[in-house]
C-alpha cells in the first residue's frame, strides 16, 4: 500500500510562501494497492494534482469523501477522470438523515456554484452511501462508521493483507470529554483506528486554539497523538493543519507536542508530496 | 470491549453535562451509563455498578405505581421507548440503594441513528417532591 498526501490543510486552501513546505492544498490523500487499485481519500483542492498525476490508462477510481464540508470536495469538479468516458468513478460518502449524498453533492456540483451538473459528467459515475458494511474495492477492504464532527462525518479503515491505514480527519474525539481519552469503548473513531500501521488524523489545533474552538470538530497535536496512543497505532500523521498555521508553526507545534506528550511511536506532521509505504508494497 | 456507535457516545457526553438525571441504555437494554444527578436519585454510582442488564436495573429500582402496586416491564417508559420505538412519559414510585423511595416523573425517548438504526434508548427523570 503506497499512501500519498496531496493535500494537508485544514479548512481553506493556503497557498503562499508560508504554506511551501507542508503544502496549502485542501484535504487529499491517494492510496495505491499492490495491484494497482487506485482509492482517493477525500476531494479537496488537492485532488486536482493527483488527478493529473493518474495513468492514463486507469479505469476505475474510487473516491471516499469523509463528509461534505467545502474543504473536502471542492477539488471534486477539477478532477480530471470525471471528464473521462473510459473512466468508472464511484464516490462514497455520507448522506444526511434527509437527503442522499448525490442530492448532497448536487448542492455544490450545480449552478451557480459550479458550472456543470453531476448528471452531465461524461464519466461512469456510481454513487455509494457511507457509513455502510465492510465493503472491498479491489485488494482493499474498508470500513466505515461515523465519527465525531459537525454533521455526517465518516472515518475509513483501510486493509490490505499485509497493512492498516486509518484516515480520520475532521475529528474530535476529545469533546466533552473530562479527561482525554476515555477507553477506547467510549472514544470516537477507535474501531476504525486500533493497531492501525499509519493513521491520518486531524490535528488543527494547538493546545490554546483547542480551548477556543470546542465543538468545532478538530482536534488539537496533542490529543491527535494521545488518541494514537490510546489506539496502539504504530505511526500517526498529523493532517488538516489550520489555515492560520505556518510550516514555522507546525514545525514548532509539532515539537512541542511530541514534547508533551512522549509517544513511543512515529509522529509525522503531514506535507503535500509526503510518500508512506506499507506493509510489502 | 468495542466501541460504541458515535450517538451513543456524544449522549453519554451530553448526559454528563446536564444536571438532570438521566440514563441511557443499549439495544439489548442493558443499562450503559447514567450521570451524576441520576447517582444521586438511584443512590448508587456508575463507576460502582457498571452496566447493569436490563433484569437487573428493573429489580433494584423496585418501581411502583401511584398505589404501590408493581408496574410491569413493558410499561416502564424506558421499555417502551426501547421496544416500541416512540418515546413514552409517566410518573412512578422508585427506590434508590439507599432505601428511599422517590416518586419521580420519568420521559423516555428511543436513540435512532443514521440510517434507522436502532441504537438504545434514554430516560430523564424528575424528581416530584410533592407527590
Given at each position: ?33 499492490p ?29 471516499c ?13 477539477f ?7 473510459a473512466?468508472?468513478?464511484h ?18 456540483l ?44 465518516v ?19 476529545a ?5 482525554f ?26 493546545s ?8 468545532w ?14 489506539a ?7 493532517f ?6 505556518t ?19 512515529a509522529?509525522?506532521p503531514?506535507?503535500e508530496?509526503?510518500?508512506f ?5 | ?23 441511557i ?15 444521586e ?16 436495573w ?6 411502583t ?7 410491569a416491564r413493558?410499561?416502564l ?13 409517566r410518573?412512578?414510585?422508585?427506590q ?11 420521559t ?17 427523570f ?5 407527590a
Amino acid at each position: 500500500m503506497k499512501v500519498t498526501l496531496w493535500g494537508t490543510r485544514g479548512s481553506l486552501a493556503t497557498p503562499g510562501t508560508a504554506t511551501i513546505r507542508y503544502g496549502g492544498n485542501t484535504s487529499c490523500v491517494s492510496v495505491y494497492g499492490p495491484d494497482g487499485t487506485v482509492l482517493v481519500l477525500d476531494a479537496g483542492t488537492g485532488i486536482r494534482p493527483l488527478g493529473m498525476a493518474l495513468p492514463r490508462s486507469l479505469r476505475r477510481v474510487d473516491i471516499c469523501l469523509t463528509h461534505l464540508h467545502l474543504d473536502h470536495i471542492q477539488g471534486l469538479g477539477f478532477f480530471a477522470p470525471l471528464y473521462n468516458p473510459a473512466v468508472e468513478v464511484h464516490i462514497w460518502g455520507p448522506a444526511s438523515t434527509t437527503l442522499s449524498l448525490r442530492d448532497r453533492l448536487m448542492r455544490y456540483l450545480s449552478p451557480p456554484l459550479f458550472p456543470l451538473r453531476l448528471r452531465e459528467l461524461p464519466c461512469q459515475l456510481s454513487l455509494h452511501e457511507t457509513p455502510c458494511a465492510d465493503f472491498t474495492i479491489g485488494e482493499f477492504r474498508i470500513a466505515s462508521a461515523l465519527i465525531c464532527h459537525p454533521g455526517p462525518t465518516v472515518g475509513y479503515r483501510i486493509t490490505t493483507a499485509a497493512a492498516t491505514l486509518a484516515y480520520v480527519t475532521d475529528h474530535e474525539p476529545a469533546l466533552g470529554v473530562p479527561e482525554f481519552p476515555m477507553s477506547g469503548e467510549w472514544t470516537s473513531g477507535y474501531d476504525l483506528v486500533a493497531e492501525a500501521d499509519l493513521l491520518i488524523h486531524d490535528a488543527q489545533y494547538s493546545s490554546e486554539e483547542y480551548a477556543q474552538y470546542v465543538g468545532w470538530g478538530h482536534s488539537s497535536l496533542q490529543h491527535a497523538i494521545a488518541f494514537a496512543a490510546l489506539a496502539r497505532v504504530q505511526h500517526v500523521v498529523l493532517f488538516h493543519h489550520d489555515p492560520g498555521h505556518t510550516d514555522q508553526d507546525i514545525d514548532r507545534l509539532t515539537t512541542e507536542a511530541i514534547a508533551a506528550t512522549r509517544p513511543t511511536f512515529a509522529v509525522t506532521p503531514g506535507a503535500e508530496g509526503c510518500v508512506f509505504a506499507l506493509g510489502s508494497h | 470491549m468495542a466501541q460504541q456507535e458515535i450517538e451513543v457516545i456524544l449522549i453519554r457526553q451530553l448526559a454528563s453535562y446536564l444536571a438532570m438525571p438521566m440514563v441511557i441504555v443499549n439495544p439489548v437494554g442493558t443499562l450503559i451509563f447514567y450521570n451524576e444527578p441520576a447517582e444521586e436519585l438511584l443512590a448508587m454510582r456508575f463507576e460502582e455498578t457498571g452496566e447493569m442488564p436490563e433484569d437487573e436495573w428493573v429489580d433494584a429500582l423496585m418501581l411502583t405505581d401511584e398505589h404501590g402496586m408493581p408496574i410491569a416491564r413493558e410499561a416502564l417508559p424506558l421499555v417502551i421507548a426501547l421496544h416500541e420505538r416512540r418515546p413514552a412519559h409517566r410518573r412512578m414510585w422508585g427506590q434508590g440503594r439507599d432505601g428511599v423511595r422517590r416518586y419521580v416523573e420519568v420521559t423516555a425517548f428511543p436513540l435512532v441513528g443514521q440510517a434507522g438504526r436502532a441504537l438504545g434508548a434514554v430516560a430523564i427523570f424528575w424528581e416530584v417532591k410533592h407527590a
